[in-house]
Every structure is written in C-alpha cells, then in structure tokens.
C-alpha cells in the first residue's frame, strides 16, 4: 500500500477551470510538501504546510491533519500551469525526517 | 534569488563504471538531500546529510552510494560501480533547517543513463 496517495493520477481541464488535487497519507508527518515538476525534470517547491492553509498567488494548499489530507487549488488555471504536482510527506525518522513522495498529478491545462 | 545548481546535467557511463554527481546547495543551507526518480516512476529519497555526516538513508542508499561535502560548497553522491537500474534522474535538495520545519530547494537534476 502506498503511504502517499494522490488523485487523480490525470487531470485535463480548460483554461480558467478551478482545479483541485488530493493528496491522502497514511504515516506520521511532520510537514507537507506540494512540489511542482516540470515537463523538462525541474522540480520546484510550492508550499510546505503543517497545519491550515497557505495561499500564493492563484495557489491554495490545505491540510486537515486529522483527516490526513491536503489538497492543492488552482484557481483561473492557465496553460502554463500544466505540469506534475507531486505531495510529498516528511515523516520523522532518528535524526532527521525521511520524505515521501506521492506518484504525482498530471495536469493539463487546454487554450 | 540563490538557487541549488548540479552538474552534469546528463551523464552517460558504462556499467560497473564510478560516476559522481555534484551539487552546490544554497550558500547558508546546512540540511543537504539526493533524490532520484526513474523515468516514468516517482521521486524517491536516497539521503539526507548534516554536520558531515548521514542523518538518515532510504534502502536504496547500498553501500554502492556514499555521499561527501569535501569543500564548503559542494555535495556530491558518488555511484562505485553503476548499475542499469541506477539509470534515473538524480535530485539534489537543501534547506537552512532540518526536522520539517523549512521548505526544501531543489536542484535541476541530473539525468543518469547507465549501458
């Protein structure tokens, strides 16, 4: 069983539509990460939560760390968002934490 | 805005030959990470690295890896003896602090081609 899952696995939607990705753990964390990878490789950090909400931009993460859950928002989508928004979970090791990456959202915003 | 840069950026070797990937964190980072992912698959931890020394490795980090920060600047993960399924992109992180409590900052990556 996964301890990162994320959905859906692929998303395509029109530009402006109000996207929403899922990402549900199953481990103790310590901390979120909502990452952003590019067609080319480059992975780029969007947010790191621990609790309640974070806003940047057009971009909303949450977390409900009772429920295990966070959830990622675009709101006006725009082709250049298309991209894979990866959850990834810090979970406490010894001395450090070890983190967990989900599988990955594939979205693909349409003109 | 200081970024992680990694060189190469692609890299082909034969199997059972040594490669190393290098990397130089952000300048006033102290928590230091290598990922990989194989193509098509997800991002997978291999190490994390602090104080000159291992904080925490993942089953994937044999004794085949080791890791070094033999100057001030850079970090590098050192592959002995290449295997094909090594054959993946290699992810380099740093953060200021540890334990969760700051985002990570990620390199462009490496992408490892082992024949």
């Known amino acids: 069983k996964n301890e990162v899952e994320q959905s859906p696995q692929n998303l395509t939607a029109q530009e402006g539509e109000f996207i929403t990705i899922n990402c549900s753990y199953s481990?103790?964390?310590?901390?979120l990460h909502w990452l952003q990878q590019h067609p080319g490789g480059g992975i780029v950090s969007l947010f790191m939560l621990s609790s309640g909400k974070k806003k940047h931009g057009r971009l909303i993460a949450t977390i409900n760390i009772q429920e295990k859950h966070s959830s990622l928002h675009i709101t006006a989508s725009h082709p250049r968002d298309s991209a894979v928004y990866i959850c990834?979970?810090?979970?406490?090791?010894?001395?450090?934490?070890?983190?967990?990456f989900g599988k990955g959202t594939r979205l693909h915003i349409l003109p | 805005e200081p970024e992680v840069t990694q060189t190469p950026s692609h890299q082909v070797t034969q199997m059972g030959q040594e490669v190393i990937l290098r990397c130089v964190p952000i300048?006033?980072?102290?928590?230091f990470y290598w990922y990989r992912q194989i193509l098509g698959q997800k991002v997978e931890f291999l190490v994390s690295f602090y104080n000159n020394e291992i904080s925490e490795k993942s089953e994937i980090f044999d004794d085949q890896f080791s890791v070094e920060r033999p100057d001030g600047s850079n970090f590098t993960l050192k592959i002995r003896s290449t295997k094909l399924e090594d054959s993946a992109m290699y992810f380099c992180?740093?953060?200021?602090?540890?334990?969760?409590?700051?985002?990570?900052?990620f390199g462009p990556g490496t992408r490892l081609l082992v024949l």
């Open positions: 481990v103790g964390i310590s901390a």
């Open positions: 990834a979970v810090r979970t406490p090791m010894n001395r450090d934490d070890k983190i967990i």
């Open positions: 300048s006033n980072h102290l928590y």
């Open positions: 992180a740093s953060s200021g602090r540890g334990l969760g409590v700051e985002t990570q900052y």
